[in-house]
């Protein structure tokens, strides 16, 4: 896929996502960006359904997103704009390094549909700082201001 220099509008899809990020299932927190603008913005969509594992125990009969989860694809979604940036991706990883300003606003539940809306602050060296935000139907669920480092991806010892 080429990459026009502002990419607004920049839709991709699963397999597109997983070029980009490490994370598989379970652990893969974003469905699909629907919009994108070179080191700026991201918009990733998390379709929330009751077959997610963590719904069994989280909670029996009231079943509720767990905060660090929604935080987790905030994120990935931060993650996913950062590393399309890196040349030597596959070497790399983000760690997250500090959140700030979490709130949460409203129980994320089975059937919502995240919208998740990140917002590159600032970016020097290996360090950058983004604001998220995810919505649910145009309401406000979570935000955050999340501190995140890159660091060398080390090579599995062979057998």
Same mark, same amino acid.
């Given at each position: 896929?080429?990459?026009?220099?502002?990419?607004?509008?920049?839709?991709?899809?699963?397999?597109?996502?997983?070029?980009?990020?490490?994370?598989?299932?379970?652990?893969?927190?974003?469905?699909?960006?629907?919009?994108?603008?070179?080191?700026?913005?991201?918009?990733?969509?998390?379709?929330?359904?009751?077959?997610?594992?963590?719904?069994?125990?989280? =909670?029996?009969?009231?079943? !509720?997103?767990?905060?660090? *989860?929604?935080? %987790?694809?905030?994120?990935? $979604?931060?993650?996913?704009? &950062?590393?399309?940036?890196?040349?030597?991706?596959?070497?790399?990883?983000?760690?997250?390094?500090?959140?700030?300003?979490?709130? =949460?606003?409203?129980?994320? !539940?089975?059937?919502?549909? *995240?919208?998740? %809306?990140?917002?590159?602050? $600032?970016?020097?060296?290996? &360090?950058?700082?983004?604001?998220a935000?995810?919505f649910?139907?145009?309401?406000?669920?979570?935000?955050?201001k999340?501190?995140?480092?890159?660091?060398?991806?080390?090579?599995?010892?062979?057998?």
């Amino acid at each position: 896929m080429a990459m026009s220099d502002t990419q607004v509008g920049t839709q991709l899809d699963i397999n597109e996502i997983q070029k980009f990020l490490p994370h598989r299932y379970p652990f893969l927190m974003i469905d699909k960006v629907v919009e994108m603008e070179r080191f700026k913005r991201i918009v990733a969509i998390k379709c929330v359904t009751i077959n997610e594992g963590f719904f069994q125990g989280h =909670f029996p009969g009231k079943p !509720v997103m767990p905060g660090v *989860l929604i935080l %987790e694809s905030m994120a990935q $979604a931060g993650g996913l704009l &950062l590393l399309q940036e890196i040349p030597d991706r596959e070497k790399k990883l983000l760690y997250l390094a500090s959140m700030n300003d979490v709130k =949460f606003r409203r129980p994320v !539940v089975p059937g919502d549909q *995240l919208r998740i %809306e990140v917002n590159v602050l $600032a970016w020097k060296g290996d &360090l950058c700082k983004i604001e998220a935000k995810a919505f649910v139907d145009g309401n406000l669920a979570t935000e955050a201001k999340m501190m995140c480092v890159m660091a060398d991806r080390e090579e599995p010892a062979s057998a």
